[in-house]
């Protein structure tokens, strides 16, 4: 029988550099008996096999056009099966869309693969839940004018687990920071990672607390019922690095409610896979009191450190100083730009 091997994520755990490379190999790939099947960088199409209604589909999902998305799910399905039914004797789908524990919604996908006869193996990627936030919200923070409250946040990873379980055999491997996800996923698929090419690496920064806290300002100010109205600023923010910059370190009290929200599973993580987080946790376990935010809305110094205020004035005065350069080299282009600007030179106004 032939074999599958599903890659459901989770988020934030290198699964873009996974698809890039397989997506940039598929040549080399198949001489090695494996296929990359469906045509596309990724398999976030193949999602609609679940069945889920609209209000569960995921977010880039629903923010496309319904009638020329139903368009190119269908070409993508067709051309999907075509792939699975090729002659190879291992093919690799990689989404993390399917990072689901709704049982439904997964024996659905799972019957909608049973007309290729394939026998069907699962690796998922976990990592340590506290990172696993503040990458979140690092990502959160670029689009819209506030970040997820800890009270919100939950990383289900044993649900999902145990719900793939109950159909096919899972691998959990351990997401490390600078440690290539693609070579880890490869090793335990049976791939020679050495026979594949290297494209270039997507540069994921992480920002730093000052970047965050500009970003946030922008955007409470000026777009606060609007996202992702900032993109094209925030390439610049990305490559203007202050001084020093600060990593975005979360509140102790914070620290500690995420540790307590998932240590039962963290235990059962270590016990069943031998993957230890719990080691970067204290071993007390303590009761702690955080604020509570409404609608689920958090301010990044609701939860986040700021140990240098002197360095986010000063980092403010770099992006200006950056801004006033873009804006006399490029004005056709300049508009956002030009009211950021400007706002940003009337807080300074305001608060001397």
């Avoid at 198949?30 to 209604?53: D, E």
């Avoid at 976990?126 to 936030?133: A, G, K, W």
């Avoid at 990458?135 to 004018?145: E, F, L, M, V």
């Amino acid at each position: 029988m032939k074999t599958l091997h599903l890659h459901i994520g989770s988020f934030k755990t290198g699964t873009t550099s996974i698809q890039n490379t397989f997506h940039n190999n598929r040549k080399n790939l198949n001489k090695l008996g494996f296929h990359y099947p469906g045509g596309k960088f990724n398999h976030h199409l193949s999602y609609f096999a679940t069945k889920a209604p609209t209000e569960e589909w995921p977010r880039s999902l629903k923010a496309k056009d319904k009638d020329k998305l139903s368009h190119i799910v269908d070409q993508y399905f067709s051309k999907l099966e075509d792939d699975l039914h090729a002659d190879f004797e291992h093919q690799i789908i990689s989404t993390e869309y399917l990072f689901i524990d709704k049982e439904e919604y997964i024996k659905n996908y799972l019957d909608y693969l049973k007309k290729f006869s394939l026998e069907i193996k699962i690796y998922v990627f976990v990592r340590n839940p506290e990172e696993l936030y503040k990458s979140i919200q690092q990502q959160i923070i670029k689009g819209r004018s506030y970040i997820t409250a800890p009270q919100e946040f939950f990383y289900n990873f044993k649900n999902v687990i145990e719900v793939w379980q109950k159909y096919c055999p899972v691998t959990v491997l351990e997401f490390r920071p600078g440690v290539d996800s693609c070579e880890t996923l490869c090793n335990a698929i049976g791939i020679d990672v050495n026979k594949l090419s290297k494209p270039n690496k997507f540069r994921n920064i992480s920002l730093s607390i000052q970047q965050m806290l500009l970003l946030e300002k922008l955007q409470v100010n000026l777009y606060q019922d609007k996202e992702n109205q900032l993109k094209s600023f925030i390439n610049i923010v990305k490559e203007i690095n202050a001084p020093v910059p600060y990593p975005p370190k979360l509140k102790p009290e914070v620290h500690k409610f995420i540790q307590n929200k998932h240590r039962a599973d963290l235990e059962w993580l270590k016990n069943n896979f031998g993957i230890n987080f719990l080691k970067d946790y204290s071993n007390e376990i303590s009761t702690c009191a955080i604020s509570n935010f409404k609608d689920g809305k958090a301010a990044i110094r609701d939860v986040y450190q700021v140990d240098n205020e002197q360095s986010i004035d000063h980092y403010e005065a770099l992006v200006i100083d950056t801004l006033i350069k873009k804006t006399v080299q490029d004005r056709s282009k300049s508009s956002i730009l030009e009211r950021i600007l400007k706002f940003i030179l009337a807080l300074k106004q305001r608060f001397k």
